[in-house]
C-alpha cells in the first residue's frame, strides 16, 4: 500500500460529528479499504471481512503473519450466525451472558469467510463488541469487519486515536477518534470446537466468568510458534505486544533493591523507565521515567498499553515492570506482560 502524508482523525463527539465519521467510513470500507476505528478493547484496523483484497491490506498494512487469523466483528447475533457453518447451544448462552463485549467464540467458519481471514484455517474467531461507532459503521454497511488491533505486528496494541496515528498514520486515510478505550486489553478468546471448549486467549472475561458454562482455562500452555501453521486465534504468538524498549518483568521491596536491577540492566540509568504498583522508587531523579499504574486487573487494563506506549515514546531502552499477581484477575495482564517480555 503507497503511502499517505497523514491520515484524517475524525472526531465523533457530538452527534453531528459521529454521523458525518460513520458515513465516510462506511464508504471507505465499501470501497474496500481499511480505517483505524475504536472498540472497547483496542483500536482495531477494519476492512470489509467478506472481501479478501480488502483483508490483504490489513495483513499489508499491520506486516502481519499471514499464518495469524483475524477476529471478524460482528453487529449482532444474527450477523455473528452467518458467518460459521454451525451454532451450538453454547454460544447461545454465551452471547446472551457477555456480548456485545470482550468475548471472542470460535466457531466453523461459513464459506463467505475467505481463506485469508482465517489464514487457511476452518475456524473463524467471532465477536460482537460494544463500542457504539464500531456497531455503527457494521450497521450502516450490512458488513462484517475483519480488524485486528491498529499497529505494526507484535508491537504494543492502541487504545487510542492518537497511538493509531503515530505508528499507522501515513498508511491510513482515516483513523476515527472514538475516546480511550474501556478495556484497554484484547478480548477473551474461546475455542467452541474443541471438547471440552477451552481458552486461548485470557482477557478481561475471566476464567472464573467462564468456568460455569464448562469452559477449561489452558491459555498458560497455549503459547505457539512464530513458525506455527495451525493458529486458530490470534494473541497466540510466544512474542506479541511488544514495546520497542527491552521488558524485563520483576519485583523489588526497597529502593536499593531497585537501584540494583536498573544496574543490571547493563544501560545507563537514564533509560531505564519503571511500571509500578506498590514498591513505588523515590529516588530516582526524573520522575517521567515512572508510571503507577492502579492495583486493579480492570483499571491496569485500561492503563497498560499506554504506559506502555509513554515509556517508548520517551526513549525508554529497558522497561522494569513489577509482576501483577499470579490470580485468575490478573491472567490477562500477566499473559501480555509476558508475551511482551519474551526474547
Known sequence: MSGFATAEILPTHTPTLFQSAVEKVSALLVAGDVAGLPTETVYGLAANALDPTAVGRIYETKGRPAHNPIIVHV??????????????????????AFWPGPLTLILPRSAKIPDIVTAGGDTVGIRWPSHP????????????????????????????????????????????????CQVGVESTVVDLTSVPPRILRPGMITADDLKPFGIVDDSSTNKATTNSLSLKSPGQMAKHYSPKARLVLTHWRTTDELDRLIAGTGVPAGGVHVIVVHAVPMNIPDPTRVVVVPDDPEAYARALYAALHRCDDLGAEVILVETPPDTADWRAVRDRLARAAAP
Open 75 to 96: 453487529a449482532d447475533e444474527a450477523m455473528a450466525r452467518s458467518c460459521v457453518r454451525e451454532w451450538p447451544e453454547l454460544a447461545s448462552r454465551l452471547a446472551a
Open 133 to 180: 461507532f464500531m456497531l455503527a459503521v457494521m450497521r450502516r454497511t450490512g458488513l462484517p469487519l475483519a480488524a485486528p488491533s491498529a499497529n505494526p505486528s507484535n508491537q504494543i496494541s492502541p487504545t487510542n486515536a492518537q497511538h493509531v496515528a503515530r505508528h499507522l498514520g501515513d498508511k491510513l486515510r482515516l483513523i476515527v477518534d472514538g475516546g480511550q
